[in-house]
């Protein structure tokens, strides 16, 4: 053990320091759902089911919109490696157009949709409640998009810890504002679920609108910003961020989509499994935020040794980032298994509720470790723009495996919400093993082809 950490002990120490931020920062956007939960819960389980129901359908977008953005970061990474400092601030101009115009269509599908929630076979008065919260979440989708794209640029050339103080500081304004307007207080009417919608909006707006001032006027971006502008866009860039952005917005949406489809199916089983759900999934998505932002990291450490075609520094860095997310899931795993009963509580007193959740965590503690491996496996082969087979490697492990396992073993032979983390367990743990084979295999044939 310890030869395996002299070994790779530079690794962690450098993959550290530009991770600690993105998992920070990555973590926000869960905390933001989190913090709702947390602030509802104790008015009751329905509200607590439509938050659950509204961020299960807003968390689509959300991963379609980060991994839109992201699409930018290996590309100014491998520029960034090759000392390409004139390309840097045309690609940001050309992300920037696709990603605003991803958050204005998608914020008005989200407006259209929430008008047909019903159509989900949801209980009535869940339904009622989540429709509001919905559209204020679609609101905020195009402040968001704004925050990503300058975020995925800065942490392209490795400055990651500005994006991490704007999002500690916007979900401190979203729990001020959504504890604020829920409860009403200082002679505030009480909003209920509406509340944390419009906390929610006033937080990415501020935090959007800070990271671009922030990016825009930082000495430290000027040379990098030098071809910034829109007066020569060019169709080949759009096409070529396009070219990795689609295919990570859709290994994000095949994931996320699975999870929220479950959502619906334990929504059919009552408002105290969908209730239960929402804890559960709310604390894993939390863990899951944190190894995808040592994913970004990763991917970002892959893009810069690929750009230099330092194929070995490559590969023992990307090794060194499955070691660090296994530590993490394994503690969260362990986390989740002690604290099974006591976790629920913070969220909820509903004696329906709790022994529900609980179970559940034991299932969520044993997919951490698939869990992380995967999105690092992801990041890794993103930093090399190898994006449509794992894109294809996500949609059979979550669409052709896990949810229609979860339809069979939650519904039809009547396991409940259980069987159906079950299923997404097994999801995780091919996805998990496709992808470290697919790392491997590409990692080697590199530094084959580097020996040469």
């Known amino acids: 053990m310890k030869q395996l950490y002299l070994k790779y002990k530079g690794h962690y120490r450098d993959n550290f320091s530009l991770a600690y931020p ?64 004139h390309k840097i601030g045309h690609l940001l101009s050309h992300s920037l157009i696709i990603n605003m115009t991803v958050g204005v269509l998608l914020s008005m599908v989200i407006y259209w949709g ?34 990503l794209s300058f975020k995925q640029f800065a942490e392209g050339l490795g400055f990651t810890r500005q994006a991490m103080n704007i999002s500690i500081i916007g979900n401190l304004l979203n729990i001020v504002v959504g504890i604020t307007l829920v409860y009403g207080l200082f002679g505030l009417p009480r909003m209920g679920v509406v509340g944390v919608g419009i906390a929610t909006f006033t937080d990415r707006l501020l935090m959007g609108i800070t990271m671009m001032f922030y990016v825009l006027r930082s000495p430290r971006f000027k040379e990098y910003l030098a071809t910034f502008g829109f007066s020569n866009i060019e169709w080949g860039k759009i096409k070529q961020i ?5 295919p990570v917005a859709l290994q994000y949406i095949f994931e996320v989509s699975a999870f929220s489809g479950a959502a619906i199916m334990v929504g059919w089983m009552g408002s ?110 993103r930093g090399l723009g190898d994006v449509r087979i794992p ?25 409940g919400v259980e069987g159906v983390w079950w299923a997404l ?11 470290f084979v697919r790392f491997h295999h590409r990692t080697k044939k590199l530094e084959l082809q580097a020996d040469i």
């Not at 973590?27 to 299960?56: E, Q, W």
């Not at 367990?425 to 992808?435: I, N, P, T, Y």
């Open 22 to 85: 993105v998992v920070i920062s990555q973590l926000g956007h869960t905390l933001v759902a989190l913090s709702d939960s947390l602030i509802i819960g104790h008015t009751g389980k329905v509200p607590l089911a439509a938050v659950s129901l509204g961020n299960s359908l807003f968390s689509i977008f959300m991963v379609t919109g980060i991994g839109m953005s992201y699409g930018l970061t290996p590309l100014i990474a491998q520029e960034n490696g090759r000392g390409n400092k």
């Open 114 to 147: 929430s008008a047909r929630m019903d159509l989900l076979n949801q209980e009535a008065d869940v339904v009622e409640q989540a429709r509001p919260f919905l559209r204020y979440l679609g609101f905020s989708f195009i402040p968001l998009m704004l925050f």
């Open 242 to 246: 396009l070219g990795i952005g689609t």
């Open 272 to 381: 105290a499994e969908l209730a239960a759900h929402q804890i559960a999934l709310s604390l894993a998505a939390m863990t899951y935020m944190m190894a995808s932002g040592i994913s970004a990291a990763a991917g970002i450490k892959s893009g810069n040794n690929f750009g230099k075609r330092d194929f070995r520094e490559l590969r023992m860095s990307a090794i060194a980032s499955y070691h660090m997310v296994l530590v993490l899931m394994g503690f969260t795993a362990l986390l989740f298994m002690l604290g099974n009963h006591i976790l629920p509580r913070f969220y909820i007193d509903d004696p329906q509720v709790i022994p529900i959740a609980a179970k559940l965590l034991i299932i969520a503690a044993f997919f951490q470790l698939f869990d992380g491996t995967q999105v690092v496996g992801l990041g890794v082969l």
């Open 391 to 415: 894109t294809v490697i996500t949609l059979l492990a979550y669409w052709g495996l896990g949810l229609p396992l979860g339809y069979l073993l939650g519904i039809r032979l009547g396991l």
């Open 425 to 435: 367990l097994l999801g995780l743990l091919a996805a998990s093993v496709l992808l």
